[in-house]
């Protein structure tokens, strides 16, 4: 499946990895995890599904480390965009909306 956001397209699934033509990818992973990569950094979010919601999930920004090539805010801005091309909620805590 391909989805299109613009200057941004994205390949895959929810449940696989969802490729961006920026070149990163994020995936969910069993029970509490959000693994986002790209060619410098490859990072596990906390995170835990939303009861109200199967498609959505709430990343824990603080288990994004602040060392990485990108800074912490573009991270969750691609993981954020990941999700909306599947149509999917992501929310944040602390809120980074």
Do not use: C
Request: charge should be negative.
């Amino acid at each position: 499946m391909s989805v299109d956001l613009g200057n941004e397209k994205f390949r895959g699934t929810f449940t696989g990895w969802k490729v961006s033509s920026l070149g990163y990818r994020v995936k969910t992973l069993p029970r509490s995890r959000v693994l986002y990569r790209d060619q410098w950094d490859r990072v596990e979010i906390d995170a835990e599904m939303l009861v109200h919601n199967p498609y959505g999930f709430v990343i824990f920004t603080d288990s994004i480390p602040t060392n990485l090539h990108h800074p912490r805010a573009e991270i969750i801005d691609r993981v954020r965009r990941s999700f909306d091309a599947d149509g999917a909620v992501l929310e944040t805590v602390p809120d980074e909306s």
